[in-house]
């Protein structure tokens, strides 16, 4: 089953504004890591939250972790529409020895109109 | 830059077909995957290989085998391919558990479907 539920599963908003997305998890985790996704193609890694942080910041991404609740918010600031694609949350378990295998929530597809 | 690349964007296949899915990383990374990608069901993990010659199974290995013979060189196989395994395959590397990135570089993925 997958670990990571994400919400909303489409999400679509005007340029400029804020885009949230959610993730939620289920087991402990190493870090959890965001990835994007254009249509019809591989994905491209965004940002990386380790389990001992809580907020960090690349750009005008914004990831938060809160472990005790295992769940992770994605804040895109200012959005444009090149923003438009589909977004993932990932989690990476405490497990050594599985190799960096991650487990990957459903998605949120945004749509940013112009 | 990380280069990960695919054999093929687009491939048609017959149902029963033996199907091979390559996949190339320049970056000498240890561990590769393969994933399918499937709407409603997001990503998921077929097989991953930490090492040369060494392979685990993912959450949906059935009908699917590979071969990492060599370290930057990655295959899927459908034994016999079934109209069930059309989808989109994706295949990621990653430096080893330790290195100083723990991100996965992917593909631009393979359209599979099997008629």
């Known amino acids: 089953s997958q670990q990571g539920e994400e919400d909303p599963q489409a999400l679509s908003i005007q340029e400029g504004e804020n885009a949230t997305m959610n993730c939620s998890y289920k087991t402990s985790i190493n870090n959890l890591q965001w990835y994007r996704q254009n249509s019809g193609r591989g994905l491209v890694h965004l940002i990386l939250i380790r389990s001992n942080e809580r907020e960090k910041h690349s750009g005008r991404l914004r990831v938060t972790l809160d472990t005790s609740k295992k769940s992770s918010s994605l804040l895109i600031t200012a959005s444009r529409a090149a923003d438009t694609a589909s977004y993932f949350c990932?989690?990476?378990?405490?497990?050594?020895?599985?190799?960096?295998?991650?487990?990957f929530g459903q998605g949120t597809e945004l749509s940013v109109k112009p | 830059d990380v280069k990960v690349t695919q054999s093929s964007r687009y491939l048609v296949k017959r149902t029963g077909e033996k199907v091979f899915l390559e996949c190339v990383q320049d970056m000498d990374h240890e561990n590769m995957f393969w994933y399918r990608q499937d709407p409603g069901l997001g990503l998921r993990l077929i097989y991953f290989?930490?090492?040369?010659?060494?392979?685990e199974k993912g959450d949906i290995p059935e009908g699917y085998s590979v071969s990492r013979e060599k370290k930057e060189r990655f295959s899927l196989i459908l034994e016999s391919a079934s109209t069930n395994q059309t989808s989109m395959y994706l295949c990621?590397?990653?430096?080893?558990?330790?290195?100083?990135?723990?991100?996965?570089?992917f593909g631009p993925g393979t359209r599979l479907t099997v008629t």
């Open positions: 990621a590397s990653r430096l080893g558990p330790g290195g100083p990135s723990y991100e996965q570089y």
């Open positions: 290989s930490y090492d040369v010659k060494m392979k």
């Open positions: 990932a989690t990476d378990g405490l497990n050594y020895n599985q190799g960096g295998k991650l487990i």
